[in-house]
């Protein structure tokens, strides 16, 4: 690359010299009007969530590449769909960005968007771009589902198993790696690059869709409750319980965590990360333990019922081995904005 581009910062261009060179990650039929159409399918509901990520506090420079920050701000939306049961239809990016920023980093920041929504057809539909102090990515998904197949977070009820579709700890482990690479001197490489990959590049759990309604002959009648672990294991059942008007029990020995944990974090580290680490952008869902053995058995390594669902509103920490008391969950000690 030519050293003068390389160094060219947002300013130099301007607004429309940013839109031009970024319309090239959309598809040239939706781009150049007010606004993006999508068509939804016959008899599908729309879906739409929203997620604003600021530099400082979702991403650095210290940890992650502008590839992977943007790979990371996508998948966090498709997690989002995900937990809801849709299907995505496309995405819109509103970039907030000093004039100072150079113009490859966000062409790479667009570049990592686009790896992670290729994986799943889903386009960049439209967007903004504004100047501000801080770099800010707020990025709205859209998808669809059919109605019987929503899955809101108040559907749990009492006698539900509670399923997890993969390990909970590793995108934590892997931050933890990253800012200090000296940690974890007894990870093999191929531990300490997975560790790290969890946490640069997510992977939202679309793909359980398509089984889950296998299983539950779509479109289900069953209620299924869910979400997904964006802020840790823990906060995913305490919400789902808060919303459902229902309490849970975990038990500790069934959490799923990568087994790199097992020769470098004590036991207790271990679980910390797990229920409280958070961007796992793994699916927690509710369902009767009928189809929830079936699911874990078709996702395979990884996927576990880790509880039940249980009468009152306390959510349990058990231990059936009994070496360690049972512990109320709470949302204290995980991420809270504005908590500090």
Excluded at 47 to 53: A, E, I, M, N
Excluded at 138 to 153: D, E, K, L, S, W
Excluded at 297 to 302: A, E, F, I, K, T
């Amino acid at each position: 690359m030519n050293s003068d581009l390389s160094s060219q910062q947002v300013k130099d261009i301007g607004e429309q010299g940013l839109l031009e060179r970024l319309q090239r990650f959309c598809p040239p039929e939706i781009i150049g009007d007010d606004a993006a159409v999508l068509v939804t399918a016959p008899e599908q509901s729309l879906v739409v969530t929203t997620d604003v990520l600021v530099d400082g506090v979702h991403f650095s420079n210290l940890t992650t590449s502008p590839e992977d920050a943007g790979w990371r701000a996508a998948a966090a939306n498709l997690s989002d769909l995900a937990a809801m049961g849709a299907s995505p239809l496309g995405i819109t990016v509103g970039l907030g960005l000093p004039g100072e920023v150079r113009v490859s980093w966000v062409e790479r920041l667009y570049q990592g968007m686009t790896e992670c929504l290729q994986k799943y057809n889903t386009p960049i539909v439209g967007g903004d771009v504004v100047r501000s102090p801080v770099t800010t990515l707020a990025i709205t998904a859209f998808g669809q589902v059919h109605p019987n197949q929503i899955i809101r977070r108040s559907g749990a009820v009492v006698g539900d198993a509670i399923v997890v579709t993969g390990v909970h700890g590793a995108s934590q482990a892997g931050l933890e790696l990253l800012l200090h690479p000296q940690s974890g001197q007894n990870l093999k490489d191929v531990e300490r690059t997975a560790l790290i990959r969890a946490h640069q590049r997510p992977q939202p759990r679309l793909d359980v869709l398509p089984i889950l309604w296998k299983i539950l002959a779509s479109p289900s009648p069953i209620p299924i409750a869910g979400m997904d672990s964006s802020d840790g294991l823990a906060d995913a059942i305490i919400q789902i319980c808060r919303a459902s008007g229902v309490g849970a029990v975990l038990e500790r020995r069934q959490i799923s965590m990568p087994a790199a944990f097992d020769h470098w974090l004590t036991e207790e580290q271990a679980l910390a990360y797990a229920l409280y680490g958070g961007e796992d952008f793994e699916l927690v869902l509710c369902l009767p333990k009928e189809s929830a053995l079936a699911l874990v058995q078709h996702l395979g390594q990884g996927a576990a019922i880790v509880g039940n669902i249980t009468p009152g509103s306390t959510v349990l920490l058990h231990d059936e081995q009994k070496k360690f008391p049972d512990q109320v969950l709470n949302l204290s000690q995980g991420f809270q904005h504005f908590s500090q």
